[in-house]
């Protein structure tokens, strides 16, 4: 997408590095995002000697950047070295101050620490790695915002913020488990075709929402609508995953009763969060879609400020 014209020394690479997947940015000093590069390689296939070759890969594409960040999996115990986490409340200058300075192979990496928190509402812990450079990156972009943040996943994180910080956070692996449920096991046989928004979806996010009965149950119960032609197959998917968000959906409003007067930034695939958008929207929630690569581009932005403005030795 660019061209040895556009390139210049000052720019910047954030790399957003999970378990499955790689994907790299050079930004220029104004926030242009310049070239991108993205992979299959997430860290949980690649060891130390694959992140290096692929750190080598990209930097002989970009060999002169002024500075090399990285977020996600990359810092914790299964990537290139474990970041300790900051405490919410945490902001984008708390990440700059918990950064690890390293090398990967010749290349100098600020990678980003995740973010923990203990919540509120019932003291319980959770973790967050990479969806923090999002959250910031949103802010910058929208400065005078606080509230309650989605970010639709694997693992859909449901975030507070507050005054530019994260404050606590909770996170469901409903992704995870639709992922899992519809490739293998029992639920496997039943399904046909993708989940989408329809009237099964609905009815899917309807009963998970009210709790009648625990999610185990209502989980077998999509097969006996199956086999009892109550649901066909090509709906299935969808009946499912609307009873995974809708459970999911029931958990943030208990949580964070402040969602059900809320307006939802859902940050993220634009697919999985319409899906997001169109629940929430059936349980009286207002929302709307803001795409995770603009906001992870100006979340490297808000990185690399913050840790230059600090003095810190990122080049």
Known sequence: MSHAADHSANDIVGINWGSTNFRAYRLAEDGRLVDEFTKAAGVAGLGKPGMAALIDELMARWPDVSAVYASGMVGSNIGWCEVPYVAAPAGVGDVAKGATRTFMGVVKVNIAPGVCCNREFDDGPDILRGEEIELFGFASSNPAWSGLAALPGTHTKWVRFDGGRITDFFTSMSGEM???????????????????????????????????????TLLFGARARVMRGRLSRADSASYLRGLLIGSEIADALAIQPGLAKASVPLIGNGTVCRLYASALSALGVESWVVDSRDACIQGFLALHKAMTSSNADVN
């Open 178 to 216: 639709f992922d899992r449920l519809t490739a293998a096991g029992l639920l496997a046989s039943i399904v046909e075709g993708e989940a989408r928004d329809c009237a099964a979806f609905h009815d899917g996010v309807r009963a998970g929402h009210e709790r009648r009965l625990g999610l185990g």
